[in-house]
């Protein structure tokens, strides 16, 4: 069933011809929180470039460490976008940045029982196409 629905989507996709590469962009922004809230791991280390860094310092194998832990801590996870801006960098056209203010929330039911607001930076990457995720930093808001 998820083999046949994953075709659909693909094929769909397919159908609508070239995107842009904002569309593209705004496509894989949607996929990331698509992907945290539902839990997916494979989705989400699929939209990181091989150079990932979050913070400066961690890398990809930490941000496949930190994914899990969160979703076996986490039955359920929020992500609210409270305000987002995207821009194409105009000098380098294979560079996005996006800011945002978001509101994570996590339950191991139905309530949750952990939240966090951040500032967050995230730098983009189109690599043949595909908008990959470079760099993530945040800022906790207290």
Known sequence: MRTLLLLLVTLTLCACGASSPDERLNQAIDQLQESIESRDRE???ALLHPDFSAQDQFDNAWAERTLRLMFLQNQRIGVLVSSQETQIDPGYPERAETTARVTLTGAERFLPNSAGQYDIR??????????LLRDIDWQRIR
């Open 43 to 45: 989705q989400v280390t």
């Open 122 to 131: 995230l730098l983009w990457l189109d690599v043949d196409g595909q908008w």
